[in-house]
C-alpha cells in the first residue's frame, strides 16, 4: 500500500522569498515520486520526479526536490517565489514510476504576494 | 503537439442523464487514465487502461464505465449522473508500468456539475 501525505494544506509567501512544500509518503516498494503543479482552470503539469538516480533532483522553473528515504519525505523548495508561482502542487508517488495507480496528496495551495 | 485532449471542457447534466467524456492522445502512449479531482482530496483513479484491449477499475469506479476504443482514445461514461459526480475530470496517458523513468501527461481537464 502506498500513500501521501502533503503537510500543508496552503502557503502563503511573499514575491522572492523561498518557497517550501512539504511532503511525506509511504510506499511498501522503492518508489517513483513526482511533483505536479496545476494552475488555475488548467491540467496537471509536471515539476519534476524522483525516479532512484539522485536524490536532489532539479525541475522546471526553479524547482527542486531531495528525496529523504530515512524520513520518507520528498519536499519541494525554490529559492526565490514569482508571481508565476501562485497554483495548487501535488506530491504523487506510483509503486512502478508511470501513470499505474498514482497515489496523489491532497495539494497544496501556494500564493504569492507582491 | 497536442499530447493529451479531453472534451468537453464544460458540461451540466441533470441528475440522471447520460454523457460521454472523451479523450484522445497523441503519443502512442500503451497506458490511458480517468481520474476525478474534488476539493482537499487530490486526483482519484476511476479507471485505467494498461494496454490496449484491457480496462480496470481504480480507486472510485462506482457510477462509471469506460472503453478503450484504440490505442489513442479511451472515453469515460456516465449513465446516470448523480449529484456526487459534480467535479473536475481528467484524462492521462503514459507508457507501460514496467518502462522505467515514465511520467503520466494529463488533458485540460472537463468540469462536470450535475444538478
Known amino acids: 500500500a502506498q500513500s501521501v501525505t502533503q503537510l500543508d494544506s496552503h502557503v502563503s509567501v511573499s514575491e522572492g522569498t523561498p518557497v517550501l512544500l512539504r511532503c511525506n509518503y509511504s510506499?511498501?516498494?522503492?518508489?517513483?515520486l513526482f511533483w505536479y503543479v496545476q494552475h488555475p482552470n488548467k491540467g496537471l503539469q509536471l515539476l519534476l520526479k524522483y525516479t532512484s538516480a539522485a536524490t536532489l533532483v532539479k525541475g522546471i522553473n526553479g524547482f527542486e526536490a531531495e528525496f529523504k528515504k530515512s524520513e520518507t519525505s520528498f519536499h519541494l523548495t525554490k529559492p526565490s517565489a514569482h508571481m508565476s508561482d501562485a497554483a495548487e502542487y501535488f506530491c504523487v508517488v506510483s509503486p512502478s514510476g508511470a501513470g499505474y495507480k498514482l497515489s496523489f496528496g491532497a495539494g497544496t495551495t501556494v500564493t504569492v504576494r507582491a | 503537439n497536442a499530447g493529451v485532449t479531453q472534451t468537453p471542457k464544460f458540461q451540466v447534466l441533470k441528475t440522471g442523464q447520460s454523457m460521454t467524456l472523451q479523450c484522445a492522445q497523441d503519443?502512442?502512449?500503451?497506458?490511458m487514465y480517468w481520474y476525478r479531482q474534488d476539493p482537499g482530496m487530490g486526483l482519484r483513479l476511476i479507471y485505467y487502461?494498461?494496454?490496449?484491449?484491457?480496462?480496470d477499475k481504480g480507486e472510485v469506479p462506482n457510477g462509471y464505465n469506460v472503453s478503450r476504443l484504440n490505442k489513442r482514445e479511451f472515453s469515460l461514461r456516465l449513465e446516470s449522473a448523480a449529484p456526487s459526480q459534480t467535479s473536475v475530470y481528467f484524462c492521462?496517458?503514459?507508457?507501460?508500468?514496467?518502462?522505467?523513468?515514465?511520467?503520466?501527461?494529463f488533458g485540460q481537464g472537463t468540469r462536470l456539475t450535475v444538478v
Open positions: 510506499s511498501s516498494y522503492s518508489p517513483s
Open positions: 487502461s494498461a494496454s490496449e484491449g484491457t480496462t
Open positions: 503519443m502512442n502512449h500503451n497506458s
Open positions: 492521462a496517458s503514459s507508457e507501460p508500468p514496467w518502462r522505467p523513468n515514465t511520467e503520466a501527461f
